[in-house]
């Protein structure tokens, strides 16, 4: 009996064209807001048992003792496995450095770490044994930040490294270290008349996707497991849990269930190996589902960090240089901690012309819990940074905020401080032209003939002021976020697509292993295939490991990527077709050896638009099917010491405008409006474009008011694992986001599309920020910003 | 878990009774949560949602008896003109889909100093109907009713029937701070009641201090500066320097603590702002009153 729940063929006609460029609407949207939509977590299998981990109640321990002999006592539990239990000498994983224990072996380094798994009959049973396990600890001090990292005698999060960036760093519990040195700072400093300095903090974020963690594995009679999972790149998933389980990675079969949302907090490993093990040991399926709780320890959250900036400009606002140092804390395993410095560092300086910089970036290891990938990936702290840093710059020269920066912006042909020069448009100045250019809101929104209306003012329903000591303010920002894998990464993606005759019609059928996580790639991939081989209807197969890779669903890659792969699929498909054709029909028309053939709407037509016949009568009988991989252009290293290289594929730029409005007296804001501006080289989807942008920018919002997992420094545990206080901007909180789009192609990418998703992420929340400080006059160096930064309360 | 359900307010006592430690659950919004993170495992839940008249509302002479489960979405629909401050108080409260749900009843029950209803009741003035099956029904007053974080005066075998509100007979206002423009619980939240017929003024004070407060200090000056002033007969604008003491003095009754919702010393200062606030909105509201009253005649 198959699992329910599982995901099905999506087909998805079109009553217009639906190529490439059209708003065509989402094939799961309906379903999504109806609620009728299938998440991993609504799977369900005949005769399964329900998973359950008992995490750490510490931060920093030496496990002493497990005793889970009550817990298997317990009526209704099937197995209970602890680190002693794992079947292969492969115990780690992890995205590049595999320090992740599976299970806690001998120690636990931060506060949530699965320590034993439960498979029961029931979730309460399993949630009931979990707590009777007996887990004896000897605690550690804990290590929170840089000081207590880098200590002599600091203890080592992780003892006896040998991962290939342990010969580079400064201290074992530095992760990974990336400078970047170019030009002369010194003699550059000497030219500056004025030089700005400042040292920023910026706070934990969580994902927040509504979906939680959840999974179902079921054993297949091969002695594999077939794996119904919430994730955003099956295949890396893959590559981690087969050696753990001792299976080929051919046994290990993998399909994506409905993904509720993941902005890079599925690309690390959550539940899968666990719900695998249970299922193999038990010899039955295994679902596991998070509750919110145990969400905010089941994935990693945005790196928090330090931000130390010093920039100097001449009198007539040009920048002489900037020197800066980056401390990520990565918390206690590496996660995606090494790319995050790598991103950090290479987009230290922004969207702007700097021949000389001195940079570091570093990422610790500490207890704190495991940071990792989520949208903006290092690029969101340093945006944070040098858009403070401008605005003091341009307020020290008594220069308006936006010119300053226009002077400064980068364009095409300018050199990223790794040397790589910017071979595509990159239009800066002309994306901050275009928020400032748009109307701003009219004052006093709030006021009406029966009085004020409470939820146009800051504090909203809570009705904490009609006015009183509300005060406007404005504020601007852009940044630069890279596009796709980095650093020489063999960034590929596979795509396999087939045409034939259904119904007396040709119609295709895509094939990828790309997680849909939101973003909508479903939709896009039957655009490009409607554009590339002119049929209407399109059948989107389920994501599983039955085909190649496609990466990674996150730094902004999968319409460049997976869509490159489609339409590159497609183009070969289409050769194909035409040779049918030619095989068939050649002798009926000399255009069909002559002249440059298309498919459109279901015909074979020549460039000159004359029709040479049915695409379904070529395919009558036939169909064409190919696989293939595709990759956009290599990358390279950056050189360790000088970060050096031709590190990045593509940049992508977003310009904000924030208008806020803040009760000075109570610390309360109300961001008004929130104007974007961005470069998307080729909207494929118009209205998809628009909501990814507005979500990007909402989740800025988020950073910049309100958003923050908050860790208690003396004992390393989360203090607010939960939707009552890990707060996320409702309707009310959320502005209009008025956005304007440019489509300057990349002559590189497929359509000269540009990756779009994390973009507005950046520049949200410095521009929030900005509009704080201008509404206020406080300095405000941390984010989010609370109510006692704004009163002199904290 | 025993899940017990009675079909009448007396079966509801008799149960709770035989139970003392059954928790008693209407809308659930506040339970539930509890028992979905797994704070709280009780033996029994006492589940009043088939006592039909639980949420009912009855409009007196001097006050309104408000069901215990009579929704927060009803209040603010049907009783705004009698209980104003504790209808803004429910306009705070959570999302639609709660406020459909819970109620005051469950907000007394749990006794959190945060529950958004407690500064309202405690400005307007109320008495919690109480009911055993043992010693029948009593009145406790407000004031008296929260006894330490999430503790009241409630005994073991007692259920909350309703809440006896006082009819507004002036202005009221209720003000509470979060984190966010909806759906938040409040860092501190206060509330103020212009009583012109006693000629006085009553606060509450939510979030910033073990239970939840009234101002006594603060509420004695501005009764006393009101009386020496003439203000309530001349209705003349209150001066800024009797506002700024009040909030002072509203401020120096919390007795906050520094959590991950916010710092003790901004709950202070917020209260006072709020207490400034509402006082001048309440006392602006009484003057406009007046001045049509006035008119009339």
Redesign the interface.
């Known amino acids: 009996m198959p699992a329910t729940g599982a995901p099905t063929k999506i087909t998805q006609g079109s009553p217009a064209k639906g190529g490439i460029g059209e708003s065509t609407l989402r094939p799961d949207g309906t379903l999504k807001v109806t609620g009728e939509f299938a998440y991993s977590s609504d799977m369900w299998h005949e005769d399964m048992l329900w998973g359950q981990i008992l995490r750490s109640t510490v931060a920093h321990a030496e496990i002493v003792s497990i005793d889970t002999s009550e817990a298997l006592a317990t009526a209704g539990v099937y197995a209970i496995l602890t680190y002693d239990d794992l079947p292969t000498e492969v115990k780690n994983y992890g995205l590049e450095i595999q320090d992740t224990p599976v299970l806690a072996h001998g120690k636990v380094r931060h506060h949530g770490e699965p320590v034993a798994i439960v498979a029961a009959d029931h979730p309460e049973t399993a949630?009931r044994a979990a707590a009777k396990i007996k887990v004896d600890y000897r605690e550690l001090p804990v290590i929170t930040d840089e000081a207590s990292a880098t200590a002599p005698d600091a203890i080592l999060v992780h003892e006896g490294r040998d991962d290939h960036h342990s010969g580079h760093v400064p201290h074992p519990n530095i992760v990974h270290r990336q400078p970047i040195v170019r030009g002369d700072v010194a003699a550059a400093r000497e030219r500056a008349d004025v030089i700005v300095t400042g040292e920023y903090t910026f706070g934990m974020q969580d994902q927040a996707f509504l979906g939680p963690e959840s999974g179902l594995a079921v054993p297949e009679e091969d002695g594999g497991v077939h794996l119904y999972v919430a994730t955003q790149w099956l295949h890396s998933d893959l590559r981690q849990i087969a050696p753990v389980l001792g299976l080929p990675e051919d046994k290990v079969r993998m399909t994506l269930s409905g993904v509720g949302g993941a902005f890079g907090g599925r690309e690390d490993l959550s539940m899968q190996i666990h719900a695998c093990l249970l299922a193999l040991r038990t010899g039955k399926p295994v679902k596991i589902v998070y509750?919110r709780?145990e969400s905010f320890f089941g994935h990693v959250h945005r790196h928090p960090a330090k931000l130390y900036y010093e920039h100097g400009a001449t009198r007539d606002g040009k920048l002489t240089h900037l020197k800066c140092r980056i401390v990520l804390d990565g918390g206690a395993y590496a996660s995606a901690s090494p790319a995050v410095v790598g991103n950090a560092s290479s987009l230290s300086v922004g969207p702007y012309v700097v021949d000389d910089v001195d940079i570091e970036a570093v990422a610790l290891y500490t207890n704190n819990p495991p940071c990792g990938a989520m949208r903006g990936f290092g690029a969101v702290q340093a945006c944070f940074a040098y858009e403070a840093q401008m605005d003091k710059l341009a307020k020290k020269l008594g220069m308006d905020p936006v010119k300053f920066r226009q002077l400064n912006a980068m364009e095409q042909g300018t050199l990223m401080p790794t040397g790589q020069p910017v071979d595509s448009p990159a239009p800066v100045a002309e994306l901050l032209r275009r928020v400032t250019a748009m109307p701003l809101p009219p004052e006093r929104q709030w006021e009406s003939s029966e009085g004020a209306d409470v939820?146009q003012l800051?504090?909203?329903?809570?009705?904490?002021?009609?006015g009183?000591?509300v005060v406007r303010g404005v504020g601007y920002a852009v940044g630069i976020k890279n596009v796709g894998f980095s650093e020489g990464f063999d960034d590929y993606s596979t795509a396999k697509v087939r045409v034939e005759v259904a119904g007396g019609e040709a119609v295709a059928t895509v094939h990828t292993a790309m997680a849909e996580v939101g973003q909508g790639g479903v939709t896009v991939h039957a655009q490009i295939a409607r554009t590339e081989l002119g049929v209407a209807q399109v059948t989107i197969h389920p994501a599983d490991t039955q085909v190649g890779s496609a990466g990674s669903t996150s730094a902004s890659r999968q319409t460049y990527v997976t869509g490159g792969a489609v339409k590159n699929a497609c183009e070969l498909v289409r050769e194909k077709v035409l040779e049918i054709g030619r095989r068939k029909f050649g002798s009926y028309h000399p255009a069909w050896a002559t002249a440059e053939l298309l498919l459109e709407g279901g015909k074979v037509v020549t460039d000159g638009g004359e029709v040479l016949g049915d695409l379904a009568d070529v395919l009558e009988g036939e169909s064409v099917e190919i696989e293939a991989e595709w990759r956009h252009r290599p990358t390279e290293a950056f050189d360790l010491r000088t970060g050096q290289g031709n590190g990045h594929v593509q940049y992508s730029f977003a310009a904000h405008r924030a208008v806020v409005e803040v009760d000075t007296?109570?610390?309360?804001v109300?961001v008004i409006e929130l104007a974007c501006a961005q470069d998307v080289g080729k909207a494929l989807n118009p209205l998809s474009v628009v909501g990814q942008i507005q979500g990007g920018t909402t989740q800025g919002l988020g950073v910049a008011?309100?958003e923050e997992i908050?860790v208690d420094p003396k004992t390393a545990k989360v203090?607010?694992p939960?939707f009552?206080?890990y707060?996320i901007?409702?309707?009310?909180?959320t502005p209009t986001i008025p956005v304007d789009v440019l489509e300057l192609a990349d002559d590189h990418a497929p359509y000269g599309l540009r990756g779009i998703g994390e973009a507005p992420t950046l520049s949200s929340t410095p521009a929030v920020l900005a509009a704080i400080r201008d509404a206020t006059g406080l300095e405000l160096n941390r984010t989010p910003v609370?109510?006692?930064h704004l009163?002199g309360?904290? | 878990m025993d899940f017990l359900r009675p079909a009448s307010w007396e079966e509801a006592l008799a149960a709770k009774a035989e139970h003392p430690t059954a928790v008693p659950i209407a809308g659930g919004t506040d339970v539930m949560v509890e028992i979905n993170f797994d704070h709280r495992r009780p033996e029994y839940l006492l589940d009043l949602n088939r006592v039909g008249d639980l949420g009912e509302w009855e409009v007196g002479e001097e006050s309104v008896r408000l069901g215990a489960s009579v929704p927060y979405s009803r209040i603010m629909e049907h009783l705004r003109a009698e209980l104003p401050g504790l209808a803004l108080a429910s306009h705070t409260v959570a999302s639609p889909q709660i406020r459909n749900r819970g109620g005051v009843g469950g907000n007394l029950g749990t006794a959190s100093p945060a529950g958004d209803a407690h500064p309202a009741l405690l400005a307007a003035g109320a008495e919690v109907e109480a009911e055993s099956a043992a010693r029948g029904t009593r009145l406790i007053p407000i004031d008296e009713f929260y006894t330490g974080v999430k503790r009241n005066a409630l005994q073991p075998d007692e259920l909350i029937r309703a809440v006896h509100v006082r009819k507004a007979d002036g202005p009221q206002q209720y003000s509470k701070v979060g984190t966010r423009n909806a759906m938040v619980i409040a860092v501190c939240a206060f509330g103020l009641a212009l009583h012109p017929e006693t000629r006085t003024v009553r606060t509450g004070i939510g979030s910033a201090a073990p239970t939840p407060v009234r101002a006594r200090t603060a509420e004695d000056f501005l009764n006393a500066a009101l009386e020496e002033g003439g203000f309530w007969d001349s209705g003349k604008i209150i001066t800024p320097s009797v506002a700024k003491q009040f909030a002072d003095l509203c401020s120096a009754s919390c007795n906050p603590i520094d959590d991950v919702r916010g710092t003790a010393s901004y709950r202070r200062h917020a209260v006072g702002v709020m207490a400034r606030r509402t006082l001048t909105w309440t006392w602006e509201s009484y003057r406009g009153t007046r001045r049509a009253t006035e008119g009339a005649a």
Do not use: Y
Request: zero cysteines; proline letters at 8%.
């Open positions: 949630r509750n709780f939820r800051p504090g909203g329903l809570s009705n904490t002021t009609h009183e000591g007296e109570l610390g309360l109300k008011v309100m908050i203090r607010n939960s009552t206080d707060l901007p409702t309707i009310l909180d609370r109510p006692e009163t309360t904290a």
